[in-house]
């Protein structure tokens, strides 16, 4: 059962996009409250954490993207955003949503960015 994750694109340098994660009901009900956030694979690089919205309510951010980048949520469309701003080639990457519960963690399928010079 996998996050079904959307928004992704090619963009130019200076640019936004806006990625949406909405979690099958199924996982939602079972495994909250959960995090949910953002992480994001570039080439040869590991996966990384981009963004997240804890099930408290805070968020916390790369340091690369604090600033430019700002996500949100909703429980009851079981849904996380990703508002990205200022884009930059740097932020190229496959982008991921996760929801997490305690040891349970679920993934979406990942959504291409690419950021053009």
């Known amino acids: 059962v996998q996050l079904q994750a959307s928004g992704g694109g090619l963009v130019q340098a200076g640019g936004s996009l806006r990625l949406s994660c909405v979690a099958p009901?199924?996982?939602?009900?079972?495994?909250?409250?959960?995090?949910m956030g953002w992480y994001r694979q570039a080439p040869g690089n590991q996966r990384e954490l981009v963004a997240v919205?804890?099930?408290?309510?805070?968020?916390d951010y790369a340091d690369s993207v604090k600033g430019r980048f700002t996500i949100s949520r909703d429980n009851s469309r079981k849904t996380v955003w990703l508002q990205m701003n200022s884009l930059k080639p740097d932020d190229t990457a496959v982008y991921y949503c996760?929801?997490?519960?305690?040891?349970?963690?679920?993934w979406g399928q990942g959504t291409q960015v690419t950021v053009s010079s």
């Open positions: 996760n929801f997490k519960h305690g040891l349970d963690s679920f």
């Open positions: 009901r199924t996982i939602f009900s079972v495994f909250s409250p959960a995090d």
């Open positions: 919205f804890t099930a408290s309510g805070n968020t």
